[in-house]
């Protein structure tokens, strides 16, 4: 293994100055948790085998599709953007998988770069395919449309671009394929609404046709942006209805920032868990329509409802019921490391908060309609404050008590500041 980018050394220092403080904590948590019969070890572990993976672009700076302000010591390779989901990973230790987008990770030698994340202590999370983006001598232009063009040589181009994601997929020991697709309109009229939407059905199968045995695919939906009148897979009944159509592989990732204002989340998350079609997540925070902002950071409440209904799913298991989690955002304001620390750890949290709803109170209380004692069952896990168990995992796993301290004693991003090429202005991704 090569070495780590945060020095062992630096984490157990830093530890050794939260340990008397988590120790007291954690025990205080766990008398209280006792009292109402539920074990601080058992929610632990549950815990220590939870996982989110990250997204290989949230490395660097995202930026709006006004502008990008880049940092210094930003990454801009994969090889860079790994290093710096290394240091994530060592500190957080809930981020093990890395999730690359084609072409932005294109490289000559993907078992090389499968052995350069396995050196880091990662592996290769979904492949994201991007034919939302024309690239340099690219044939066959995507501005009207990829998969539901109405021009076959695009739409073939489209299928050939994401077979050869899987392709790339099974040399990075990947077994699943993302397909996000921008198509859409802008004007009413545009384009036939419904044969957009059968073109899509019959090139998606082409890709689907050539998944490995055992991998997904995962359909994820998004209303709008950057087509902003129309988009081809625009909500769950879309994409549940493509993902029915495809087959059995085929299953639904919910971006949580690909819906209209206000829309109930975690509704969408328990039908399509009903139909054994829920595939996975990003994960992100939204406050008017954005997909950007860092998880748990505006409605931290509706991810602790949608990990409620996740646990609920878990007791009521549908066919094929795995969940991929991943991390995506856009960090334009912040060092993106520090965000998807804080994104893993929000996320976290929600998850264990979810584990400590009664459930027995919760389904008795729903059974005999007493609303103030299902919701208060809700309430009670939703107020318990579960850093310090979540801490306490983090600390047993080998990471960092205070995982944003540690980060900054390290002074990582100022040393890859003086190694790393600078990187250019421009507008973000989207
Ligand atoms: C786009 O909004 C989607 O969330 C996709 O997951 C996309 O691939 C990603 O944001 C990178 O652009
Ligand atoms: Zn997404
Ligand atoms: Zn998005």
Request: with cysteine.
């Amino acid at each position: 293994m090569t070495d780590l980018p945060i020095s062992a050394e630096l984490i157990a220092e830093s530890n050794a100055r939260e340990l008397a403080a988590l120790e007291d904590d954690y025990a205080s948590l766990g008398r209280k948790l006792e009292r109402t019969g539920i074990d601080i070890e058992a929610i632990k572990s549950r815990i220590a085998s939870f996982s989110v993976a990250v997204p290989s672009w949230g490395a660097g700076r995202g930026g709006t599709r006004f502008a990008k302000f880049p940092i210094p010591g930003e990454p801009t390779s994969i090889h860079e953007k790994l290093e710096d989901c290394a240091v994530i990973q060592q500190l957080s230790r809930v981020t093990p998988r890395v999730s690359p987008h084609f072409p932005w990770d294109k490289v000559s030698d993907y078992r090389g770069l499968r052995e350069e994340a396995a050196s880091l202590g990662l592996s290769f999370d979904a492949v994201n395919s991007n034919t939302f983006q024309d690239q340099a001598n690219q044939a066959h232009s995507y501005a009207t449309g990829s998969l539901s063009s109405t021009i076959e040589a695009t739409r073939m181009q489209a299928i050939e671009h994401n077979i050869e994601c899987i392709e790339i997929g099974r040399q990075l020991g990947s077994k699943e394929l993302t397909v996000w697709v921008g198509d859409g309109t802008n004007f009413p009229g545009q384009q036939d609404l419904a044969r957009s939407l059968d073109r899509y059905l019959e090139a998606a199968a082409e890709v689907y046709t050539a998944l490995p045995e055992d991998w997904r695919m995962l359909l994820e939906h998004k209303m709008f942006e950057p087509a902003f009148y129309s988009t081809v897979i625009s909500d769950w009944g879309s994409s549940i209805l493509a993902a029915q159509e495809l087959g059995p592989k085929a299953k639904c990732l919910v971006d949580l920032g690909h819906h209209a204002p206000n829309v109930n989340i975690e509704q969408i998350v328990a039908r399509l868990h009903r139909f054994g079609k829920l595939g996975g997540f990003h994960f992100n925070d939204s406050k008017y329509g954005d997909d950007d902002l860092d998880s748990g950071s505006i409605n931290p409440h509706q991810l602790f409802l949608v990990f409620n209904e996740l646990i609920e799913a878990e007791l009521n298991p549908r066919e094929g019921f795995n969940p991929s989690y991943m991390i995506d955002q856009s960090h334009n304001v912040t060092d993106p490391i520090e965000s998807m620390l804080s994104s893993a750890e929000a996320i976290t949290q929600c998850f264990a908060k979810a584990l400590l709803v009664d459930r027995e109170a919760l389904h008795f209380a729903q059974e005999a309609n007493d609303t103030m004692m299902a919701f208060q069952a809700l309430r009670r896990a939703y107020n318990t404050d579960v850093a310090p168990i979540v801490s306490q995992a983090r600390l047993e796993a080998g990471g960092a008590v205070d995982v944003l301290r540690t980060y900054r004693e390290s002074r990582y991003r100022s040393r890859k500041s003086q190694e790393r090429k600078a990187v250019g202005l421009g507008a973000g991704i989207v």
